[in-house]
Nanobody
């Protein structure tokens, strides 16, 4: 059975950086689009970033553009989210997702069929 598992969350001060990692198991995700979503307390889950199967296409939420970078390593079945200049409003549980019928440009959950359990990120002011 396929699984995604996130790691790298934690507590960081505003202006700091974190790198989230997500590893897939149970099947290869090398041909899948991968994405990161987040859910803050009291809010719905929202799109953060997505990357196409070969890394050529990426897309970011306006709120993180220029601060976050999504990347992937298909040989390791992994996707990463480098988060720089973190702000308190970035505090959320971050979820990794994968899908084989995703349109990266759409910035939605459509097509993402596989989800991790999430990793918590807390940014203090």
């Amino acid at each position: 059975q396929a699984h995604l598992a996130e790691s790298g969350g934690g507590l960081v001060q505003a202006g700091g950086s974190l790198r989230l990692s997500c590893v897939g198991s149970g099947r290869s995700f090398s041909m899948a689009a991968m994405g990161w979503f987040r859910q803050a307390p009291g809010y719905e889950r929202e799109f953060v970033a997505a990357i196409g199967w070969n890394g050529a296409a990426t897309n970011y939420a306006d709120s993180v553009k220029g601060r976050f970078t999504i990347s992937r390593d298909n040989a390791k079945n992994m996707v990463y989210l480098q988060m720089n200049n973190l702000k308190p409003e970035d505090t959320a549980v971050y979820y990794c997702a994968a899908g084989f019928h995703v349109v990266v440009a759409r910035r939605t959950e459509d097509g993402f069929d596989y989800w991790g359990q999430g990793t918590a990120v807390t940014v203090s002011s």
